[in-house]
């Protein structure tokens, strides 16, 4: 599937940040979706995942409290709201999806680069 981010940008510590990817699918509610983040010199880190029909979202403890999944099928596009970020948020935001029988992020992580992830979205945040 293809997979586009947007919504990334430059923001002062403490603000907020929605990003988004669209998902070119007709069928998004058949995939497990998630976003992670890479940060320069950094592995990719797992940060939420979200099943097909929205009502199952497991979150890595960085993300839980400050940042929320979520996804819209009608528009085919899953959201990452983040609030009270901080400048170690700042980093390379990816979405990932692919049809699984067991939808979490370690799952995701093993997914293979083509056709599993988008080209991502860059947030950087400042003091």
């Known amino acids: 599937v293809e997979l586009l981010e947007s919504g990334g940008g430059s923001v002062r510590t403490g603000g907020s940040l929605t990003l988004s990817c669209i998902a070119r699918?007709?069928?998004?509610?058949?995939?497990?979706m998630g976003w992670f983040r890479q940060a320069p010199g950094q592995e990719r880190e797992g940060l939420a995942s979200?099943?097909?029909?929205?009502?199952?979202?497991t979150y890595a403890d960085s993300a839980k409290g400050r940042f929320t999944i979520s996804r819209d099928n009608a528009r085919n596009t899953l959201y990452l709201q983040m609030d009270g970020l901080k400048t170690e948020d700042t980093a390379m935001y990816y979405c990932?999806?692919?049809?699984?029988?067991?939808?979490?992020?370690?799952?995701?992580?093993?997914?293979?680069?083509?056709?599993?992830w988008g080209q991502g979205t860059q947030v950087i945040v400042s003091s």
């Open positions: 990932a999806a692919a049809i699984l029988n067991r939808c979490d992020l370690e799952t995701l992580a093993q997914l293979p680069e083509a056709n599993s």
């Open positions: 979200n099943d097909g029909d929205g009502g199952l979202s």
């Open positions: 699918t007709q069928r998004m509610d058949y995939y497990c």
